[in-house]
């Protein structure tokens, strides 16, 4: 496993990676580096077999306040190249989240701002405390949360990306719920219990089941009912039906039994 500085990267015998933002200090702001580790961290989850799902969070009070100024601060020193380079970057960290073939959980507390709004847009689901705070914060430094929005909008739609990201509002954890950029959430204090207990219901599940469905969403996005699609979802079905976990979970439904992926779990 690789050493990281500003990030942690944790994997247990269930199969739970979970991926620690660790700048507390700094309120989990991140720099050049934090997006370079974040990138090698992403790229050693996907190609570990043994993780089931990543678990993205932040250590301290706050889940991610966004960019850190001091980086910010030296970006404004380059020339158009150096933050293209730099885009890129958080493009790719960005781009490789939403992308992880594997399901992605992030749990929020405190502020997740800008970027950090940007990392839970992401991930596949998302909960958090019911007083964490949310914003696109970047039109009040004169910038705009350019490599974010695409992924903003497809997790709260155009409409209410626009509004937040010319108002740069805050709003908390019920308001992001509504927003549907959480999928629910709780009283700081049950936070922790209850990611442990969406962690317990995802681990019911069979891994490669919940890779297809993924790779399934993402491609019946767009709406459109053409021939290709259907195709798509005609082959997407024959193939985890004659997969060695499709498999596994119908014989063992018939049986009565536990499939052998929760098995490895007690």
Not at 45 to 57: E, I, N, S, Y
Not at 107 to 120: C, E, K, P, S, T
Not at 259 to 266: D, T
């Amino acid at each position: 496993m690789t050493d990281f500085i500003t990030i942690e990267l944790e994997k247990d015998p269930r199969g739970i990676a979970t991926l620690w933002l660790n700048r507390p200090e700094k309120n989990n702001a991140f720099n050049a580096e934090t997006i370079r580790e974040l990138i090698l961290a992403l790229d050693e989850v996907g190609a570990d077999k043994a993780v089931r799902l990543l678990v993205l969070r932040g250590r301290g009070k706050h889940f991610c306040a966004g960019g850190d100024l001091a980086w910010m601060q030296q970006l404004g020193e380059l020339d158009y190249n150096g933050n293209l380079a730099d885009a890129q970057q958080l493009a790719e960290l960005m781009y490789n989240l939403y992308h992880l073939k594997k399901p992605t959980l992030a749990v929020v507390q405190g502020a997740a701002f800008a970027g950090g709004l940007g990392l839970v847009s992401c991930c596949d689901l998302a909960i958090g405390a019911d007083n964490a705070q949310f914003s696109l914060s970047e039109v009040r430094i004169g910038l705009a949360p350019a490599t974010i929005a695409p992924f903003v909008a497809k997790a709260i739609g155009q409409r209410a990306a626009a509004r937040y990201s010319l108002t740069a509002e805050r709003f908390d954890g019920r308001r992001a719920v509504a927003l549907g950029l959480l999928a629910e959430c709780y009283p700081a204090e049950e936070l922790e219990a209850q990611a442990d207990a969406w962690i317990a219901n995802l681990l019911l599940n069979s891994p490669a089941a919940m890779v297809a469905c993924k790779a399934l969403f993402h491609e019946v996005a767009g709406g459109e009912l053409t021939p290709a699609l259907r195709r798509y979802t005609e082959s997407a079905i024959a193939r985890i039906r004659m997969s060695p976990e499709g498999q596994e979970g119908l014989r063992a439904f018939l049986d009565k039994r536990k499939p052998a992926w929760q098995e490895s779990q007690a």
